[in-house]
């Protein structure tokens, strides 16, 4: 790829979507973008990029398909869901409402339900959304494949999830139920019927420019009630975003209000 069709894919992957691919990291999204030509058989990556500027939806949705991470696996950062169980579990709230604010392929929410369910805790909505709807759809279908399940113990592989095959399992269907997904954008405000007791926003913002980050974090914390808790990834902060929080734990933070 040459300098400039790079910076043109930069441009609009930056507009479109918040996520700031540095000069460091040239390589790593020319690698991506050469990858969804092969797959998606388009003609050139200057034919994909001609269909992206005349605003054909599709090629959009196959864009952020592969330029977006979604490295995860069941139970990471399992200090969060003991956390989360606890506040829970010491609330007076009858009902808790979470957003799994990028929840990918499924792995974290699916986490925080199996989490939930062995506390006793079973009357609770989460709402999961992402940008990518092709990890949506892989959450809806709830199939993964065993490497996404080394940290699963045994007993719980057995009692939440069915062998399919040598390499796959599928989650316990009736999961589903405590689950409406959504597909969302962080870099645009967003504001929902009612706002949320917990939100879950973990690694997604290590992929956002100061800027953009705060302006995430401004379109998440608009729902987040006060005295309801922020989640976010052990290597991410909110130094530089300026909100009324007290930070309850690990990565765990209590909103004080605007």
Request: charged share 25%; hydrophobic share 40%.
């Amino acid at each position: 790829m040459n300098t400039q069709i790079t910076k043109d894919f930069k441009d609009i992957i930056y507009h479109e979507f918040g996520i700031n691919f540095s000069v460091e990291k040239n390589f790593l999204l020319e690698c991506k973008i050469k990858r969804l030509i092969q797959k998606e058989e388009y003609k050139s990556i200057e034919d994909f990029y001609k269909i992206i500027k005349s605003g054909e939806k599709n090629s959009m949705e196959i864009l952020i398909k592969y330029i977006t991470t979604n490295h995860t696996f069941f139970f990471r950062e399992k200090d969060h869901l003991d956390k989360l169980s606890e506040l829970i579990l010491k609330s007076t709230i009858k009902c808790p409402v979470i957003w799994c604010a990028a929840s990918s392929s499924g792995e974290e929410v699916y986490s925080i339900i199996i989490s939930l369910l062995e506390n006793d805790i079973k009357n609770f909505l989460i709402i999961a959304s992402d940008i990518n709807n092709n990890v949506l759809q892989k959450m809806h279908k709830g199939i993964y494949n065993i490497g996404r399940l080394f940290e699963t113990s045994p007993s719980i592989k057995a009692k939440y999830f069915k062998k399919i095959d040598d390499t796959h399992y599928q989650i316990r269907p009736d999961l589903r139920n405590f689950i409406s997904i959504k597909k969302i954008n962080l870099i645009n405000p967003m504001y929902f019927v009612s706002q949320f007791d917990y939100i879950f926003c973990k690694n997604v913002l290590i992929y956002f420019d100061s800027e953009t980050q705060k302006k995430a974090i401004k379109n998440i914390m608009v729902n987040l009630k006060v005295g309801g808790f922020l989640f976010i990834g052990h290597t991410e902060t909110l130094l530089n975003t300026k909100m009324n929080v007290e930070k309850e734990s690990n990565s765990v933070y209590k909103y004080l209000g605007a």
